[in-house]
């Protein structure tokens, strides 16, 4: 069997936008956050979410959505710190959107996207940035009795990053810039991580201004590859953190026998752990938003690439299409690249 997953998707199915791992795992409450979440729950300056369930799809002007002009780099190296509120143009988008959390306790809904700096053929220190925003709150179906953020794909999000955004889209943003957890709080049995991760989050605006290459992943050295998963080493994971980043010749440490471990982990036998959160969506009968499918445990990666990303208290890396960012790619795709579900 390739995934343990497989023994409960069909639990999963309809909640992976609450998905709550127990063992000590993660808590949604606890991933990345974007700033507070708008008043009532809405999209961002929205103004809450309207009672029959619409609301705006992020557009739209926000009173005092304005800040100085500042470049991935500043917000990396610290030119602008936390707090700093700050118009970061002609970024390039790295990925598609996704959830990045649902809390447990508010119902509050983060969506991200990942952004390069503009005009690179390949990726570099202080290159990237997550960009957050709050969108609709998280609502129990009729007859149901548990919480589900909108369907990315299917339902309009409510926050101010277009759904159908995707890699090679051009962006100017407006947001501020924060590290978080800022003091993390982390025990037995997650890694004793001490290092949170630098985003631009409150995000009042990410409109799509037009289009350019996609730079190719940077090639970790091996030094790079065993700093993704430290848990002290702050000055490598704020110029690398966000990041897209490849790892070449890479084998598995195999889960119970099972290259997918997990909720969709791969563990590199380098330490690199690769995961799913970009792209997998439980709800979907899309392929593409399945978990990924190896099931040779003596596989060996001539490349894996994924941004790197704090996931609770784990560094790793996120891959954002299972077809593209593996070479041997999943075992069931049918094409070189995914196509995730879009809007019409």
Wanted: proline share 7%; glycine share 14%; with cysteine.
């Amino acid at each position: 069997m390739s995934n343990s997953r497989t023994f409960f998707a069909s639990s999963l199915a309809l909640a992976l936008a609450a998905t709550l791992v127990a063992s000590g795992c993660r808590d949604d409450d606890g991933d990345v956050v974007g700033g507070s979440p708008p008043e009532g729950g809405g999209g961002s300056g929205s103004g809450g979410q309207p009672s029959n369930g619409g609301g705006d799809e992020g557009g739209g002007p926000i009173a005092g959505c304005e800040g100085p002009e500042a470049t991935v780099e500043d917000v990396a190296t610290g030119s602008f710190g936390p707090g700093s509120k700050v118009s970061v143009n002609g970024v390039v988008a790295m990925s598609h959107k996704f959830l990045v959390s649902k809390s447990s306790s508010t119902d509050n809904c983060l969506w991200g996207v990942f952004v390069s700096a503009p005009g690179l053929e390949e990726t570099a220190e202080n290159s990237g940035l997550l960009v957050l925003s709050y969108g609709f709150k998280a609502e129990i179906p009729k007859g149901g009795d548990q919480s589900f953020c909108p369907r990315l794909g299917q339902d309009p999000a409510g926050d101010k990053i277009p759904d159908n955004v995707k890699p090679g889209d051009v962006l100017d943003v407006i947001g501020t810039v924060s590290r978080f957890p800022d003091q993390p709080e982390c025990t037995a049995p997650n890694p004793p991580n001490q290092v949170g991760m630098l985003q631009l989050g409150s995000v009042c605006k990410a409109d799509i201004v037009g289009d350019a290459p996609v730079p190719t992943p940077h090639v970790l050295t091996a030094a790079e590859a065993e700093g993704i998963s430290s848990t002290t080493d702050e000055g490598f994971h704020d110029k690398w953190g966000a990041v897209k980043v490849r790892v070449e010749n890479a084998k598995v440490e195999p889960q119970d026998g099972m290259v997918v471990g997990e909720f969709g982990v791969i563990k590199l036998d380098n330490g690199v752990e690769v995961g799913d959160k970009i792209y997998y969506r439980g709800y979907s009968n899309n392929m593409c938003h399945e978990g990924p499918v190896f099931t040779d445990p003596n596989v060996t990666f001539a490349r894996v690439d994924g941004f790197h990303y704090l996931a609770f208290c784990s560094w790793g890396i996120q891959a954002n299409d299972k077809c593209a960012d593996f070479d041997p790619k999943s075992e069931d795709c049918t094409a070189a690249t995914c196509e995730p579900d879009f809007i019409d």
